[in-house]
């Protein structure tokens, strides 16, 4: 496996393999990979593309009072990982290299980015989609991955790749989760053994809305409140949001007569989880 | 030469001349092509280049109350011209081929965009930017050509392409201009008689300003305003502004030292012309 920390190594590597024909296939990532991502690597692999992986924790998404700084990173384990999952390149670039000025473009993805996530971390998705538009410039690649976990994050990267012409194929890969069911990701390092028992309370109270709009339950606000009753039942978590909305586009939803995303951010201590479930509404007979 | 409206088109023929080692020069068009266009296409078609043209009357960088309707389009002369330049394609997109959706991307290039032409416009330099952004992704060019008339155009997307990291050489032309000294525009048309008459008045002043600072003015503000008092005695021209910036990004300036940049607008009736002159400053001996 190739590694590089240079922007112009990595385009010269890559043009090499465009001229001879391959496509490219392009996970980014801010690192400290789990299965999760390493899922994504595998799907990424199996189009037998060229694979670049990307490991930057982009400074630009995290807000003043946000976990920037205590981010985990352990960039030697995930250059062990990403090798033994057979990526072709490794890009890790430093702050500075992705930011040499100070940057005064960005990219928004308007409607889509105040919501959810976005509400509560202002800037949060500008950055995300910023970051990602020079990482697809630098990158070119044919095809990128993106896990379902982040699906306003999903979403908005799609709909930035459709409104700009952007050529590449926006490819999600579902969320991995710990055989427990708790949603994989870096932050889950942060929690201490209770509160990583009570965050199982997040994907059992999907699992159980799911159900209940599977048994004909129609109204959004009803299976938010039944949500929000078990999480501060069954845990101390600090929830910040839980909605119900349309699955293609994130907007209301108040009768559930299409596909939905129910998605939700709660804070167990000072680490806050996301999780989210996409649930197809059947048909009425 | 080729023609298309159609972006899956452009694409395949760029494609095929990317697979055949062949660099892509671009000049993005409103149309109505007159001799600064052709200086544009002269220099891009030097660089032997596969050479797109692009014709599109962008309706997200005009204001409400501007000129979107009125804006002068004339297709067929134009498909003319550019055969006659050699160009090897014409990309002339329909409105919905390049916005079949509401967009809800949009590039911002903060600071540069405000000031200026960004001030009476608000939101101008985002539809400039967006659009630029968007055809920038479809015909992926190694080299784009842009007129420096457009002098703070030129600085926003040359930005734009350094903080996104777009693989592209911006590439700047300087101002063409009728015999009589009229920088060249294709709102030209719109001016009667008395009106492209008084309009000399504009290259005259910056001609007046720039002799001036090399006969040793150093005060932006007095330059300003001996431009602002040619204009408003020798035209019935209404000035929207006249000002003296720094010429590399546009910041205000008190003391002439740097080379800067004259910029002026001015409205003739209904119809608002824009000039300006990059003014070295000879070092004091």
Tied chains: 1, 2.
Aim: charged letters at 30%; aromatic letters at 6%; proline letters at 5%.
């Amino acid at each position: 496996m190739k590694r590089t920390s240079r922007i112009s190594d990595l385009r010269n590597i890559i043009t090499e393999e465009k001229k001879r024909g391959r496509k490219i296939a392009f996970v980014p990532t801010m690192g400290f990979l789990h299965h999760g991502h390493l899922t994504l690597i595998d799907k990424a692999k199996e189009t037998g593309a060229f694979l670049v992986v990307s490991i930057f924790v982009n400074p630009l998404q995290f807000g003043p009072n946000e976990d920037l700084t205590r981010y985990p990173r352990d960039i030697e384990r995930d250059a062990l990982l990403v090798e033994a999952a057979g990526v072709d390149i490794l890009f890790h670039p430093t702050v500075e290299e992705m930011y040499p000025e100070k940057m005064v473009t960005f990219v928004e993805v308007g409607e889509l980015d105040e919501m959810l996530c976005g509400a509560n971390r202002p800037g949060h998705f500008r950055g995300v989609a910023t970051v990602v538009n020079k990482l697809f410039n630098i990158v070119q690649p044919d095809m990128a991955f993106f896990g379902q976990k982040d699906y306003q994050q999903y979403l908005i990267i799609k709909r930035m790749v459709t409104d700009l012409n952007l050529p590449i194929q926006i490819c999600p890969v579902p969320i991995v989760r710990e055989d427990d069911g708790l949603a994989m990701s870096s932050r889950n390092v942060f929690l201490n053994p209770e509160q990583r028992q009570e965050a199982l309370v997040l994907s059992k109270s999907l699992n159980e809305a799911e159900r209940s709009i599977q048994m004909g339950q129609k109204s959004a606000r009803e299976v938010e409140e039944q949500i929000k009753k078990s999480i501060t039942l069954k845990s101390q978590g600090v929830i910040d949001y839980v909605e119900v909305r349309d699955a293609s586009d994130l907007t209301e939803v108040t009768d559930i007569k299409r596909p939905v995303l129910i998605a939700l951010a709660v804070k167990f201590g000072t680490t806050r989880l996301i999780d989210n479930k996409v649930v197809e509404v059947k048909r009425d007979v």
